[in-house]
């Protein structure tokens, strides 16, 4: 069994400045425990996403905790399937129009979240998606991992003999090392995973930095459209 309350406050990620530091609320401005639930607040959705609930028992709720900054709590139970994800309690932002990652200005975020629980087994990370049109379908996945607890880890293409993902590449950016790791997930064509090698449970930075690097590093398709930026946590 596993139980935990994630709590998150996220700006800017977006393509413009990004705000100052975040601070926790006090008051719930919306909730919600259906298995897709939603709530929209500004340029941003905050999404319950229960999508693989059916491989454990257990629940997720999560609460609006402030829309400016955004700020919310996740809070999930959870037993069996100790190897499939249950969940991804997350936000995407909205306010800016797909382009080509070759024409990307940068793109700043400041995120600050923490866990409270037992035996929990999570990524947090921020998602991104691309696709070779404005408004075509996800065809390549980005993650940027800020923490991988209790074990969790990324997709590969390659595990060494103690059954770990072998990384391809190493980099650092605003001051967190981050493993590069690629594989299938068997819906879109490749899922990249930057894999902090420590938590880092307040970054600002600039998510482009991880575009570029693919673009540079890794033969990755510039003329790619960036379609989709969110964040969130993966129990």
Wanted: aromatic letters at 12%; charged letters at 10%; glycine letters at 10%.
């Amino acid at each position: 069994m596993w139980k935990s309350t994630f709590c998150a406050a996220i700006l800017g990620a977006g393509l413009s400045h990004a705000s100052p530091s975040a601070t926790h609320p006090k008051r719930a401005l919306a909730s919600s425990c259906a298995q897709y639930g939603s709530t929209t607040s500004g340029a941003y959705t905050l999404y319950n996403d229960l999508w693989g609930e059916s491989s454990g028992t257990g629940s997720q709720c999560y609460t609006l905790d402030s829309a400016s900054p955004l700020a919310w709590t996740s809070t999930w139970s959870w037993s069996g399937g100790p190897n499939s994800v249950k969940s991804y309690g997350n936000v995407v932002y909205s306010g800016y129009t797909p382009a080509k990652l070759s024409t990307l200005p940068s793109i700043p975020t400041q995120w600050s979240w923490a866990y409270t629980g037992s035996s929990i087994v999570a990524d947090v990370s921020y998602d991104l998606f691309t696709s070779s049109t404005a408004t075509g379908s996800n065809e390549y996945e980005i993650m940027v991992w800020l923490a991988a607890l209790g074990g969790a880890g990324p997709i590969a293409s390659s595990y060494g003999a103690d059954g770990r993902p072998v990384p391809v590449s190493q980099m650092t950016a605003d001051g967190v090392t981050f493993n590069l790791y690629a594989g299938s997930n068997g819906v879109q064509k490749q899922t990249y995973s930057f894999v902090a090698t420590a938590p880092a449970q307040s970054w600002s930075g600039d998510l482009n930095v991880f575009l570029t690097y693919l673009v540079k590093n890794q033969n990755f398709d510039a003329s790619q459209y960036l379609v989709s930026i969110g964040a969130g946590t993966e129990a």
